[in-house]
């Protein structure tokens, strides 16, 4: 099942119907109990997809703790000779995940959300951490004009997105997804790391899971210097040296795989 759908009014619905919910959901920003989540919570929704996680699991579930020591370690593992290091996490502030990385890792990062609600203390303790919060719609190609020009940056290393509650709400089309995919990776540096939420985690059936898996296998057959995983609602994808600079699309992959 491609991720890509030639039913262009079911995807322009969508759009709509994702932008009404961004303008409900700015009106509760920093009103959620998932807002400026800690790191133990981003490591509990990735840890599907943490190599780490996987390698060392065995009948007995590591802690929360010890999860994301794991999840900080990979990342700085992977990122180490990358030079100075630019993280962003699209749907969220990002202040308190990334305090939690390694004193001086991060050289620059940034949150974006629909509307910026820190008060002056959270900006002056963040602005000593070289981190800042765009307003936006992470959706919305202008966002990143702004994201690129306040980083003062073309490209970024780490994409982290976890919206939780939010995309119960949202209309997740195939179309969308890999417009958005490939709109992140284009923007990640080469060896750079992306892991996204994309479906509600209690979603029962998983409607978008099986859209992913797909997309992923078909995608490891024709680039696979493009390291990709798919957990239950989440994906990691790892832009490793050698891979191409823009991911194909959807309709692309899939006829090739096909042939």
């Keep these: 099942m491609a991720l890509e759908?030639?039913?262009?009014?079911?995807?322009?619905?969508?759009?709509?119907?994702?932008?009404d919910t961004a303008e409900k959901?700015?009106?509760?920003?920093?009103?959620?109990?998932?807002?400026?989540?800690?790191?133990?919570?981003?490591?509990?929704?990735?840890?599907?997809?943490?190599?780490?996680?996987q390698k060392l699991y065995d009948s007995r579930e590591p802690g929360l703790q010890q999860i994301a020591e794991m999840f900080r370690q990979y990342i700085?593992?992977?990122?180490?000779?990358?030079?100075?290091?630019?993280?962003?996490?699209?749907?969220?502030?990002?202040?308190a995940l990334f305090r939690s990385f390694s004193e001086g890792f991060f050289n620059r990062t940034a949150g974006i959300c629909l509307k910026d609600v820190r008060k002056t203390k959270e900006k002056v303790i963040d602005e000593m951490y070289h981190h800042t919060i765009v307003a936006g719609d992470i959706f919305d190609v202008k966002t990143f004009i702004r994201l690129k020009h306040t980083l003062n940056t073309q490209k970024v290393d780490l994409i982290i997105s976890r919206i939780v509650a939010p995309l119960y709400d949202m209309r997740m089309d195939s179309a969308i997804l890999d417009h958005t995919i490939r709109s992140w990776y284009k923007l990640l540096n080469e060896n750079g790391l992306i892991f996204v939420q994309f479906e509600g985690l209690n979603e029962i059936p998983p409607i978008t899971e099986p859209k992913v898996k797909a997309w992923a296998k078909a995608l490891s057959e024709k680039c696979p210097e493009v390291e990709v995983q798919v957990g239950k609602s989440s994906l990691r994808l790892h832009k490793k040296p050698g891979a191409p600079g823009e991911l194909p699309r959807a309709k692309e992959l899939f006829s090739s795989s096909s042939q």
Excluded at 34 to 53: G, W
């Design 76 to 95: 700085e593992q992977v990122l180490q000779n990358s030079g100075h290091n630019i993280a962003i996490e699209l749907g969220g502030p990002g202040s």
């Design 25 to 53: 959901q700015k009106k509760e920003e920093g009103s959620w109990s998932a807002y400026d989540s800690p790191i133990e919570r981003f490591a509990s929704t990735f840890k599907e997809v943490l190599p780490p996680y």
């Design 5 to 19: 759908t030639n039913n262009f009014s079911k995807l322009r619905r969508a759009v709509r119907i994702n932008r």
